[in-house]
């Protein structure tokens, strides 16, 4: 396994709590960007929303601050409108 799939299973494995409505299909890792205590990862996601059975496809950018071995700022940036429609329901 190559340093990116670590990465990205990783990260998996800690979003996964943080979803429990949700199903992570595919989480990758293309670039980041470090420097001091902070990083930016770029990279694209496909997340299934289990009520709705539709998938949220995006890429995002999340902003990571660190201090003392801990995160202390988190900003994720992703297609909003891809999240919000994942979200409806289907229609009959």
Do not use: H, N
């Not at 990571?64 to 329901?89: C, H, K, N, Q, S």
């Amino acid at each position: 396994m190559d340093r990116s799939q670590d990465r990205a299973r990783r990260c998996r494995r800690v979003l996964r709590p943080a979803l429990p409505g949700a199903r992570v299909k595919d989480f990758a890792i293309d670039t980041i960007v470090g420097d001091g205590d902070r990083c930016v990862v770029l990279g694209s996601l496909r997340t299934e929303i289990l009520a709705t059975g539709r998938d949220i496809e995006t890429e995002y950018a999340i902003d990571i601050a660190v201090r003392d071995g801990l995160v202390t700022r988190y900003r994720m940036f992703e297609d909003t409108w891809a999240v919000v429609a994942a979200f409806e329901p289907k229609a009959a």
